[in-house]
T-cell receptor, first 115, second 112 residues
Framework: ETGVTQSPTHLIKTRGQQVTLRCSSQ?????VSWYQQALGQGPQFIFQ???????GRGNFPPRFSGLQFPNYSSELNVNALELDDSALYLC??????????????FGEGSWLTVV | DAKTTQPPSMDCAEGRAANLPCNHS???????VYWYRQIHSQGPQYIIH???NNETNEMASLIITEDRKSSTLILPHATLRDTAVYYC?????????????FGGGTRLMVKP
């Protein structure tokens, strides 16, 4: 158990729709990030939030957006869904701490299928 | 962050030690070596990380060469449940947040 929980575990959406995925970080963790993992590939970094502000982003378009709340929970929003957005979406959290190499813990992910 | 090179697949007999190599020849002095594994359809699981000294925990041992250009993850007594994709990742030790760059990993198959 990593203490990182995600919901929903599975969902199906239609092309053009919008989706919101949720993540509850491990208690005390101040940094949360989101990854996309297409079938047969490694996870790809989408973005991360630190103290409720986005402070790092991978090569994903603006229709991928997020929020981090004061209790360190987080949401990933994807607008105008495309078929290629079908993937496992992973949330990861950590406590940013210099000099010790912080440990990043992942949730079990949310499987999104776009039809 | 430095790139890593891993063999795409390996087999190991159940009960034997599994030694998974990783090359990271461009690693810099402020970068850690992390290992994660991912069992089919689950989230990546943290295994171990280190800077330059060898590390051991309840899951595995991490051996880093003196020049830090390569490392080996050792699962001392592999079980069927250790069958997974193992990722070796290098990332800096400060202001790195949660960004991990995953490569192709090594698909370890533990066989009875």
């Amino acid at each position: 158990e990593t203490g990182v929980t995600q919901s929903p575990t599975h969902l199906i959406k239609t092309r053009g729709q919008q989706v919101t995925l949720r993540c509850s970080s491990q208690s005390g963790h101040n940094t949360v990030s989101w990854y996309q993992q297409a079938l047969g590939q490694g996870p790809q970094f989408i973005f991360q939030y630190y103290r409720e502000e986005e402070n790092g982003r991978g090569n994903f378009p603006p229709r991928f957006s997020g929020l981090q709340f004061p209790n360190y929970s987080s949401e990933l929003n994807v607008n105008a869904l495309e078929l290629d957005d079908s993937a496992l979406y992973l949330c990861a959290s950590s406590l940013e701490r210099q000099g010790s190499g912080n440990t990043i813990y992942f949730g079990e992910g949310s499987w999104l299928t776009v039809v | 962050d430095a790139k890593t090179t891993q063999p795409p697949s390996m087999d190991c007999a159940e009960g034997r030690a599994a030694n998974l190599p990783c090359n990271h020849s461009t690693i810099s002095g402020n970068e850690y070596v992390y290992w994660y594994r991912q069992i089919h359809s689950q989230g990546p699981q943290y295994i171990i990380h280190g800077l330059k000294n060898n590390e051991t925990n309840e899951m595995a041992s991490l051996i880093i060469t003196e020049d830090r250009k390569s490392s080996t993850l050792i699962l001392p007594h592999a079980t069927l449940r250790d069958t997974a994709v193992y990722y070796c990742i290098v990332r800096r030790s400060y202001n790195a947040g949660n960004m991990l760059t995953f490569g192709g990993g090594t698909r370890l198959m533990v066989k009875p």
